[in-house]
């Protein structure tokens, strides 16, 4: 009852359509078929989206909408608007999302630098993306010697039952 009732106080703020989003949620969270219109309604709102988290001021993705989908200005605030509805608003990425992004983006302009046999650039470019993706760390590699110091534990048992119950003991505390 709560999630409804904030959902409908999201919606009423943004000035949205009670029921006009209810289908792309549906879509993204039960896999509901939608119709055709509402398909490429859909990609409106990702390429929308996918450009503001990618950087690209509100004002140029307007325009890019109005350029390429022949819409006015309104309804490219619109589509704009219902897209962080849907996918959340993009000043909100997290640091990792935006570590991805940015990996992404180097990893396409080393691709870039490849066709135009620019070798030296596209290898800087890919090192620079392993390197936001943290693959160049140093990761701890064998045995602590400290480890090997330290006296172990040994315990001599001959009834089975205290075994067991040990045994047990050992199991439940390691969950």
Known sequence: MAKKSALAKVKNKLQLDEHKMDKFLAYYHNGTVLSDDDMSMLEKYRKAWSWLSRGKQFDVVISILMKEYGVQERQA?????????????????????????????????????????????????????????????????????????KP???????????????IKQQLEDDE
Not at 129 to 137: F, P, Q
Not at 153 to 166: A, C, H, P, S, T
């Open 77 to 149: 605030r619109y589509i704009i608007t219902e897209a962080t509805f849907l996918h959340g608003n993009t000043s909100q990425l997290d640091k990792a999302g935006k570590k991805v992004a940015s990996a992404n983006f180097q990893r396409l302009l080393a691709n870039l630098a490849m066709i135009d046999r620019q070798y030296e650039t596209a290898s800087r470019a890919w090192e620079k993306a392993d390197r936001m993706e943290g693959l160049l760390d140093e990761e701890a590699v064998g045995h602590d010697p400290e480890n090997f110091l």
């Open 152 to 166: 172990g534990k040994f315990v001599f048992i001959n009834n089975v039952n205290i075994l067991k119950q040990n």
